[in-house]
């Protein structure tokens, strides 16, 4: 997809600072550090719509970027080892939680993981999370540009095992640096938008 135009409409810190619209969105989910900034930023085509930082735990909010005024992208904050405060953490997940489990605007989540690393404890509490509550998912391997192809295929399928994905469920390997995956992972998006 090409993007024209892309806009930060919202940054919700409570339920009430949702957006009150009809547009599909495309939420994005996973570890802090996992590359989540630099997906967004390379599916958009852009540098610096997603902020990329080098202490993880930067993302606070929920913050809803309209894409070309037809879908958007929905940047949640990343689990695991951010660097903020526990009561912080516990404040997000509530949210976090209303908007993946009740949202109807939610087409599907995207589902981070580091490809180079066997699933933490968080990520497989999330993708159970995500099966149980009947999330649409689709579930990434980043920073695939890190191993080779064959490492890459050994980890992708050591991720599936782990996350207990069944053979239906897209795991797509990707790599912000070289754009690999890039169109793979836009025309996923394109066929949850048309369900």
């Given at each position: 997809m090409k993007i024209k135009t892309i806009e930060l409409k919202a940054s919700a810190f409570n339920k009430n600072d949702f957006p009150r619209w009809d547009v599909p969105e495309?939420?994005?989910?996973?570890?802090?550090?996992?590359?989540?900034?630099?997906?967004?930023?390379?599916?958009?085509?852009?540098?610096?719509?997603?902020?990329?930082?080098?202490?993880?735990g930067k993302t606070r909010g929920l913050y809803f970027y309209l894409l070309n005024d037809k879908i958007?992208?929905?940047?949640?904050?990343?689990?695991?080892?951010?660097?903020?405060?526990?009561?912080?953490?516990?404040?997000?997940?509530?949210?976090?939680?209303?908007?993946?489990?009740?949202?109807?605007?939610?087409?599907?989540?995207?589902?981070?993981?580091?490809?180079?690393?066997?699933?933490?404890e968080d990520d497989r509490l999330m993708a159970a999370w995500l099966r149980h509550h009947q999330v649409a998912t689709l579930t990434v391997a980043t920073k695939a540009d890190k191993l080779s192809r064959s490492a890459a295929a050994k980890q992708?399928?050591?991720?599936?095992?782990?996350?207990?994905?069944?053979?239906?469920?897209?795991?797509?390997?990707?790599?912000?640096?070289?754009?690999?995956?890039?169109?793979?992972?836009w025309q996923a998006i394109a066929a949850s938008l048309s369900r």
């Open positions: 495309i939420s994005f989910l996973g570890r802090s550090n996992v590359g989540k900034s630099s997906l967004i930023n390379t599916l958009t085509g852009r540098k610096n719509i997603a902020r990329i930082s080098s202490t993880p958007c992208f929905v940047d949640l904050p990343g689990y695991g080892y951010a660097k903020v405060s526990k009561t912080e953490r516990q404040r997000w997940a509530p949210l976090i939680e209303e908007y993946l489990s009740v949202r109807p605007n939610l087409a599907i989540c995207i589902h981070l993981v580091d490809c180079r690393h066997a699933p933490s992708t399928a050591m991720i599936r095992k782990e996350l207990e994905l069944d053979q239906e469920s897209i795991l797509l390997p990707f790599s912000a640096r070289t754009g690999s995956g890039r169109d793979q992972l």
